[in-house]
């Protein structure tokens, strides 16, 4: 356990800081345990995996954050499945799979999170669908270890129903056969889509908004850029020339700048379509939404 952790070297936008507690659990046992300690304490719990769906508080997070490690970050081939842990790499995951001639991950390979990560957010990309080839997750609690199938975790668009102190320690995908050659060219080119439609190299997290329903088809990058929203700042924020639904960080932007920049997106994009954007990016800590956040 360490104390004042800064957690902004943790995430990809480098924003927020420090966690009061800070812990990297290496077995189910450990972060059992851990979680026991929180609830006994009255203490928040949040996860950090990669970082790259994170904006944390500038005040930090007065709680336990928990970084998965060892075994939990680590995969494994069972037959033709791949079984890992809550805090490995998805894409790494996806990568290890074509090597071993399995199939059915290769989406993966461009969601910059880990397999817990995916799981609580439903992280789906380029057709392919995480609950399809998702056979079970271990969940950890303060009460235990628990094993739940796919239609126990109510799958919706970029959500879960996993809770505040349950975490997915393992995840096992039922993969099946194919030709590592052909799953490595089909990989190479969603990156290639990737690298094409959206911003690297830069300080940022993955999409803000979540697409909206009833905007005639058009996501919440298209409503941005037609609202003047691309390349767009405050402060050290700046919405990516690139892609104007990712936020970056220009060199010393702070998470207030960043939900200042938020802020004017959403209210942009509402007084010109009618239309209410809802964060993608999970917070962690007491996030203050400026003022006019909330529209009428």
């Known amino acids: 356990m360490e104390r004042d952790y800064p957690l902004a070297r943790l995430t990809t936008v480098r924003t927020g800081g420090p966690a009061d507690f800070f812990a990297r659990p290496s077995s189910e046992e450990g972060l059992v345990e851990l979680l026991a300690w929180a609830q006994q304490g009255g203490i928040e719990v949040g996860v950090v995996g990669s970082g790259s769906n994170l904006l944390v508080a500038d005040e930090g997070f007065h709680g336990l954050a928990i970084k998965l490690d060892g075994a939990l970050a680590e995969f494994e081939r069972d037959g033709e499945r791949l079984v890992a842990g809550g805090g490995a790499r998805l894409p790494s995951a996806a990568a290890k799979a074509a090597s071993w001639g399995l199939s059915g991950l290769e989406f993966g390979i461009n969601i910059p999170g880990t397999v817990g990560?995916?799981?609580?957010?439903?992280?789906n990309a380029y057709g392919g669908q995480l609950a399809q080839v998702l056979e079970w997750v271990d969940v950890c609690t303060a009460a235990g270890l628990q094993r739940r199938s796919p239609d126990q975790l109510g799958f919706s668009y970029r959500s879960s129903n996993l809770k505040q102190g349950e975490v997915v320690s393992r995840a096992s995908f039922q993969l099946g056969p194919g030709d590592p050659t052909e799953i490595k060219a089909a990989m190479g080119e969603m990156r290639g889509k990737r690298r094409e439609a959206q911003p690297s190299g830069i300080k940022t997290f993955g999409s803000t908004f979540k697409n909206p329903e009833g905007s005639d088809g058009r996501s919440a990058g298209q409503l941005l850029e037609a609202a003047g929203c691309q390349g767009l700042e405050h402060g050290g924020a700046r919405f990516a020339p690139k892609h104007a639904n990712f936020v970056e960080n220009t060199g010393d932007a702070t998470t207030a700048d960043v939900l200042e920049l938020m802020a004017?997106?959403?209210?942009?994009?509402?007084?010109?379509?009618?239309?209410?954007?809802?964060?993608?990016?999970?917070?962690?800590?007491?996030?203050?939404w400026p003022h006019g956040w909330e529209l009428s």
């Open 117 to 123: 990560g995916a799981v609580k957010m439903n992280a």
């Open 264 to 288: 004017e997106g959403r209210r942009r994009v509402h007084e010109r379509f009618g239309v209410v954007l809802e964060p993608e990016v999970q917070a962690l800590g007491e996030i203050r």
